[in-house]
């Protein structure tokens, strides 16, 4: 064996031009640019939460009728919450492909409605509108699967952060899609459509090859730089608040819209500076290391170390023997470790989810869709209709990041489980739908940030245990099997129960004042008895889905107790002792040409000693 021990010395030299492409490259290729090119692509992806604002074109310029318009936003809400296609597609093909897919769709559609609402087609059949919708909002669930599911795959050991922040900016997209096309097309709400075909796809394939998976590497301040993303994120919510307030009171002009926009534009992409530091600061302390080195050992042997080994075995994937699909449905792996789809969906434990988030999701939506209506009944003025979505929009938003980061340092400090908190946002819920039901005087204000933060607040956390439990191999599909838990407890409790019982109310007051059935041209029911019933049941079921909860809480407990980010810690490990082992330095983030030129001004410069 024969051992080669140089002793190297060296100096930092100047930056040159090929110093600042390569840190260029760097950055654009980095994990922090990935994910302020996820930030971006949902926050253009909240097309679904705008049908306020283009209702009414619709309904006026087809001749529809309201049943008609409230079939139209159930294919909207349909067609936003059902991502199994999309999650299936994201596990068999790269990021790119959803993403494009998604662009494709988002494009198509909402042209085609705008075409439809401005006469340049001829009017379409009922069925083709509801096409029209549900194919441009299903877009929004390939944006969701290709930016948000590649973050928590890229950030495993912070995803309840990347959860709250990536969701939380889908909350905003709705006020931040407002602000940007009243610039483009002032007033014109017709032309709000044709702005949502064409910005969320223009976003997505503009930054398409920069969402992908990249290799795990542990850092350790990385919670810290996604705090820094989350005050920039509120500093563009504060904005947008102070801003929705002034255009309520004044009446904004053309200029003072596009000044408006430029504002929102600069903080949508200021998180390019926390990346660009970010990444800064990782070249410099990855030089400062290879600097620090006192010795290069070049070792030649004919079998490696046995620590290299042993690492080496242990990064290695072992062949397992084949087994069925179908074969261990009910044999499900411990929690933590990847299930199969079909181990997961027929899990107790995603059951139990699958009707907590039936309960709490859908009873939060159902006060959320009937705002405007609970408002009217209950004698508010009109223009206050505006404040309440405004106060949804800005608490969404809130719930999202705040359920997201706080889960994630209670979860690592105090071993504090997801599911226990899911429980708590469901009971805050509770008191929503009481202040609805028994509308105190000014309640709606109250209930209206209660159901927006709720609402927010539960999707991180559901996600979040999604991956938790059932791993990450299969997340695509199991977190769009998540979301259409929105859907199907929409429709029971808005559609089959609220609705119905808004209805026959409303019939009664017509029936009392003598009117007969064919002057029923408008059901409109006013009086806090409208939704009383309707909450109180609304109120009964997030109880029961609080009692589901616990149950949930009490099978994981175990399982938050333990280490549950300690395989990620492992697989970065490894991968890392892989990487060195390598023996690349560009592997381990030093541009290859740094590398030869660093080998040969210390080549020359070395004193070589040789030990046989």
Not at 58 to 73: A, E, P, R
Not at 274 to 280: D, M, N, Q
Not at 488 to 509: C, F, M, P, S, W
Request: a positive charge.
């Amino acid at each position: 064996m024969k051992m080669v021990v140089a002793q190297i010395r060296g100096g930092q030299g100047g930056v040159g031009w090929k110093e600042m492409r390569g840190f260029g490259l760097r950055v654009i290729t980095g994990r922090w640019f990935m994910a302020f090119t996820s930030l971006l692509i949902q926050a253009v992806a909240g097309a679904t939460y705008m049908f306020g604002l283009y209702s009414t074109d619709i309904k006026t310029s087809l001749g529809y009728d309201q049943t008609t318009l409230n079939l139209l936003s159930f294919s909207k809400d349909f067609g936003g919450s059902v991502g199994i296609i999309s999650g299936l597609i994201n596990e068999v093909t790269p990021p790119w492909v959803v993403l494009s897919i998604g662009a494709i769709m988002n494009f198509f559609g909402y042209f085609m409605m705008w075409l439809a609402v401005t006469g340049s087609i001829s009017k379409p059949p009922v069925w083709q509108m509801c096409m029209y919708i549900f194919i441009g909002a299903n877009s929004q669930s390939f944006a969701n699967t290709g930016a948000l599911v590649t973050s928590v795959k890229n950030f495993p050991e912070s995803r309840g952060s990347v959860l709250g922040l990536l969701k939380g900016y889908v909350g905003l997209s709705g006020a931040i899609l407002t602000q940007l096309y009243r610039a483009f097309y002032g007033d014109n709400s017709k032309a709000l459509i044709l702005f949502i075909a064409w910005l969320p796809a223009a976003v997505s394939i503009i930054f398409l090859r920069t969402i992908r998976i990249i290799k795990t590497v542990r850092q350790e301040n990385e919670l810290k730089v996604f705090y820094h993303l989350l005050y920039v994120s509120l500093g563009l919510a504060g904005v947008l608040m102070a801003l929705i307030i002034i255009q309520n009171r004044l009446n904004f002009m053309r200029i003072e819209n596009s000044i408006s926009a430029s504002v929102v534009a600069v903080l949508l992409f200021s998180p390019v500076a926390v990346v660009v530091r970010e990444e800064f600061n990782l070249m410099k302390n990855k030089r400062q290391a290879l600097n620090d080195l006192p010795q290069l050992k070049v070792v030649t042997e004919k079998s490696p170390p046995a620590e290299l080994r042993a690492a080496t075995e242990a990064a290695t994937p072992q062949t397992e023997k084949h087994v069925s699909c179908l074969e261990n449905v009910f044999k499900p792996p411990n929690r933590g470790e990847d299930y199969t789809i079909l181990q997961a969906l027929f899990s107790i434990d995603m059951l139990i989810l699958f009707a907590v988030t039936t309960c709490g999701v859908g009873g939060t939506l159902t006060a959320i869709d009937n705002l405007g209506q609970i408002a009217a009944s209950q004698g508010y003025p009109r223009h206050a209709t505006t404040t309440f979505v405004s106060l949804v929009s800005i608490w969404n938003y809130l719930g999202r990041v705040v359920s997201g980061f706080s889960s994630e340092v209670l979860l690592t400090k105090y071993k504090i489980p997801r599911p226990l908190l899911l429980t708590i946002v469901l009971l805050i819920s509770c008191v929503g739908h009481l202040l609805i039901a028994f509308a105190v005087p000014n309640s709606l204000y109250f209930a209206s940030v209660i159901m927006g933060f709720c609402f927010g607040a539960q999707w991180p956390l559901v996600f979040a245990i999604i991956s938790e439990i059932f791993g990450l191999k299969y997340y695509s599909t199991l977190y769009n099997f998540g979301a259409i838990a929105s859907p199907v407890g929409l429709y029971i409790l808005n559609v089959a129960i609220t609705g119905k019982l808004y209805d026959e109310e409303a019939r009664k007051q017509l029936e009392a004042l003598g009117r007969n059935r064919k002057e029923w041209e408008d059901l409109t029911c006013t009086g806090v008895q409208c939704y009383r019933t309707a909450f109180i049941m609304m109120t009964a079921v997030s109880v029961f889905g609080c009692f589901v909860s616990l149950v949930l809480v009490l099978r994981t407990r175990k399982f938050y107790k333990s280490d549950i980010y300690k395989k990620f810690r492992e697989d970065a490990t490894a991968a890392e002792i892989g990487m060195t082992s390598g023996g690349n330095g560009s592997e381990r983030g030093v541009p290859a040409e740094e590398v030869q030129t660093r080998t040969t001004a210390a080549t020359a410069a070395a004193t070589t000693t040789i030990v046989d």
